[in-house]
C-alpha cells in the first residue's frame, strides 16, 4: 500500500471511531508501529486528526466531548511541556498566585523555581502536585463543589473564597482562544476563572497552539489590554499579527518538532 493511500485509510478510520490507538492501525493495516507513528505524526501536522501519546482522535471527537484527564495530559504534551515550562518562568520570589485547573497549568508546578511563592488554587491535581513535590510552596485551595471531570472545586463556596482576594498574577487554562474570548466547557469553573481574572494585577492566559481559533462550550472571559497569552512560538504568523494589537505574548524559547 503506498503512503497515500495509507493515509487516506488511517484518516478515515479514525474519523469513523473517533479514537484509535497505535496498535490497533498495526494490526489492521499491518505495517511497523514506527511507520505508523510517523503516519499519525503527518497526518497531525497537516491539521487532519489529533494526535495523543497512544494514538489519535479525530477533530471532531476532540471538540464535540471533553476529554477525560489523562487523555487531555496525552494531548499535544510537547507543547503543554514546553508552554508551561515558559509561563513558570513569570512566577517571581515572593509572588501571591492563584494557579487554575487543566493540565498545562498543573505541569507549571515542576518548573516553579521562585521563592516565598504562595499558591491559590481551585484545581485539586494542581494541589495534588504540589504535595507531592518537594519545594514548600504557601498553598491555598478555594474549596467549594468537586467536579471529576475536570478535578476542580467550584460553586458558591469558592466563589466567597476568591472573590475576597488578590493575586499579583493569575495562571488561566483554557480549551479555546477564540475572536479574543477565552472558553471552557464548564461553567462554574469559568465564572470562578473569571472572578480570579478580574482579581489579579497581571493576568496570564496559559494555552498551547492548538487552542487558537477553537471555541469551547462557555466564554469566561474576553482578552484585554495588558493580557498576556503564554504559548507555543510556531503559533502562526497570521495568529500572532491579530492577538498582538490587543495582548502580549510570551512564547516558549524551544521548538517542538
Known amino acids: 500500500m503506498k503512503k497515500r493511500e495509507r493515509l487516506q485509510l488511517i484518516t478515515t478510520l479514525i474519523n469513523d471511531r473517533g479514537e484509535v ?3 490497533e492501525l498495526e494490526n489492521e493495516l499491518r505495517v511497523s508501529q514506527m511507520t505508523i507513528r510517523r503516519d499519525l ?3 497531525d501536522e ?14 471532531t471527537f476532540g471538540q464535540n466531548r471533553q476529554l477525560d484527564y489523562s487523555q487531555r495530559m496525552e494531548l499535544h504534551l510537547k507543547e503543554k511541556l514546553a508552554v508551561a515550562k515558559a509561563a513558570a518562568t513569570q512566577v517571581q520570589d515572593n509572588d501571591i498566585i492563584f494557579l487554575g485547573p487543566g493540565t498545562t497549568i498543573e505541569l507549571m508546578v515542576d518548573f516553579i523555581t521562585a521563592q516565598n511563592v504562595q499558591v491559590v488554587t481551585s484545581s485539586n491535581t494542581v494541589f495534588d502536585r504540589i504535595r507531592k513535590t518537594d519545594r514548600r510552596f504557601q498553598v491555598i485551595i478555594t474549596g467549594g463543589s468537586y467536579d471529576p471531570d475536570t478535578g476542580s ?3 458558591p463556596l469558592s466563589y466567597a473564597t ?3 482576594l488578590q493575586f499579583d498574577k493569575a495562571f488561566i487554562g483554557v480549551n479555546g482562544i477564540n475572536n479574543f474570548s477565552v472558553s471552557n466547557y464548564n461553567i462554574e469553573a469559568g465564572e470562578l476563572q473569571n472572578m480570579v481574572l478580574l482579581n489579579s494585577s497581571k493576568r496570564f492566559i496559559v494555552s498551547d497552539m492548538h487552542k487558537f481559533n477553537t471555541r469551547a462550550f462557555f466564554d469566561f472571559y474576553t482578552l484585554h489590554h495588558g493580557d498576556y497569552i503564554v504559548t507555543n512560538n510556531q503559533l502562526t504568523d497570521s495568529v500572532k499579527k491579530e492577538y498582538a494589537k490587543l495582548i502580549d505574548f510570551i512564547f516558549t524559547t524551544e521548538t517542538v518538532e
Open 21 to 23: 490507538s497505535v496498535t
Open 41 to 43: 505524526d503527518t497526518l
Open 153 to 155: 472545586f467550584n460553586g
Open 162 to 164: 476568591v472573590a475576597k
Open 46 to 59: 497537516r491539521g487532519l486528526i489529533i494526535r495523543t501519546h497512544g494514538g489519535a482522535i479525530s477533530l
